[in-house]
């Protein structure tokens, strides 16, 4: 009886379509194991999963108000996420010119994951205490601070793409919480200011590579090799796809990364236009429950950390889709519940498990 009370508690809304996002990305997974002959991903993806659903459980149990009534908790988790960043550039073994990811036994741990949550939770307990005073541009700046500081570590791994959206969760949960017009003009300014700057000095010669390929995808057989592929791998799917397991550029070995950053392509190909829009539908209600819970929330700290989680699933869904539909240069950025990866994929069930835990005490 207990189990059964607990479970009808559980929003089912944003638990369903997480689950079924999931499914699409294991019968991606799948084909690129069976174009390898080597299930290893396949395999190890549904363990992911398994932990992530537990965690997600595990987590509802507890009140998530042990989070917005302790400053001290939230700055630890900031500390050791930074920690974790810096540490990269030392400990983390080098794989295809960057240090992304911590090597633990045959599994990886890539920090980005856990700065992402703990970044969301940190700007939901900044900007619920200070709602009232959101038309002080001082506390943009300070809020933009802590964003700064990881950000700065994980470009310089480099990674352009998590610094995105480490920048989008900021200017995301500043709209949420009311900036006012002004203030968004100048930091529009100020960001193409830097961008200019980081053109100029700080990105590297491969990621303006990607950029200018973006524009002019005329280099086939160097740098606008992946976006060429994806655009293949989109148009043959048609509109009934494929079939599993049955998609030529993945199953020849000329998608890119068809696991991780191009598995939308994979989809695309294999389930054609009916199997994207049904994709897309999934996706669009697990954001659209996941913003109804922050609608209905009666504090702001829950109302800001379910936008936060929405404002990353929106990001990372948009990016990724615009890289593979080549409207976006590559970046990098994983498609959430979908793309192989355990940090990922384990993160965002304990995002889920928060807001379990805020649909419960209501």
């Known amino acids: 009886?207990?189990?059964?009370?607990?479970?009808?508690?559980?929003?089912?809304?944003?638990?369903?379509?997480?689950?079924?996002?999931?499914?699409?990305?294991?019968?991606?997974?799948?084909?690129?194991?069976?174009?390898k002959n080597n299930f290893g991903n396949f395999e190890k993806q549904i363990i992911f999963f398994a932990v992530g659903f537990a965690v997600m459980l595990l987590i509802s149990l507890f009140d998530y108000r042990i989070l917005r009534n302790n400053s001290y908790l939230i700055l630890i988790l900031y500390a050791i996420c930074l920690l974790l960043l810096a540490g990269l550039h030392f400990f983390a073994p080098m794989i295809r010119g960057t240090r992304g990811w911590y090597k633990v036994g045959l599994l990886s741990l890539d920090p980005i994951e856990p700065t992402k949550l703990v970044l969301v939770i940190l700007l939901a307990k900044y900007f619920s205490m200070r709602h009232v005073e959101m038309y002080k541009f001082k506390h943009i700046l300070f809020s933009g601070i802590y964003v700064l500081l990881p950000a700065m570590l994980i470009f310089i791994k480099p990674d352009l793409g998590g610094t995105m959206v480490l920048l989008s969760i900021w200017l995301g949960t500043l709209f949420v919480s009311g900036i006012k017009v002004k203030h968004f003009l100048i930091l529009s300014l100020c960001f193409m200011v830097l961008a200019g700057f980081a053109w100029g000095f700080?990105?590297?010669?491969?990621?303006?590579?990607?950029?200018?390929?973006?524009?002019?995808?005329?280099?086939?057989?160097?740098?606008?090799?992946?976006?060429n592929q994806t655009r293949i791998s989109v148009g043959s799917g048609q509109i009934f796809g494929q079939g599993l397991a049955k998609g030529s550029q993945v199953q020849y070995g000329f998608l890119p990364e068809p696991h991780t950053d191009f598995i939308f392509s994979v989809i695309a190909e294999e389930w054609g236009m009916i199997g994207v829009l049904a994709l897309f539908f999934v996706y669009g209600f697990l954001v659209w429950r996941?913003?109804?819970?922050?609608?209905?929330?009666?504090?702001?700290?829950?109302?800001?950390?379910?936008?936060?989680?929405?404002i990353i699933l929106t990001a990372q869904f948009f990016i990724?889709?615009?890289?593979?539909?080549?409207?976006?240069?590559?970046?990098?950025?994983?498609?959430?519940?979908?793309?192989?990866?355990?940090?990922?994929?384990?993160?965002?069930?304990?995002?889920?498990g928060i807001l379990q835990s805020i649909k419960i005490r209501k």
């Open 1 to 35: 009886m207990i189990f059964a009370s607990y479970f009808k508690k559980l929003d089912w809304g944003i638990l369903i379509p997480a689950v079924l996002l999931v499914c699409f990305g294991l019968a991606g997974i799948y084909s690129t194991c069976v174009a």
């Open 320 to 352: 990724n889709i615009g890289m593979n539909l080549s409207l976006l240069p590559v970046v990098g950025i994983y498609l959430p519940f979908i793309s192989y990866g355990g940090s990922g994929l384990i993160g965002n069930f304990v995002s889920l």
């Open 290 to 310: 996941v913003l109804k819970i922050a609608i209905e929330s009666q504090s702001n700290f829950p109302r800001l950390f379910a936008s936060g989680f929405a």
């Open 202 to 227: 700080l990105l590297k010669d491969y990621q303006k590579q990607r950029i200018t390929s973006f524009l002019f995808p005329y280099d086939y057989l160097g740098a606008s090799w992946s976006q």
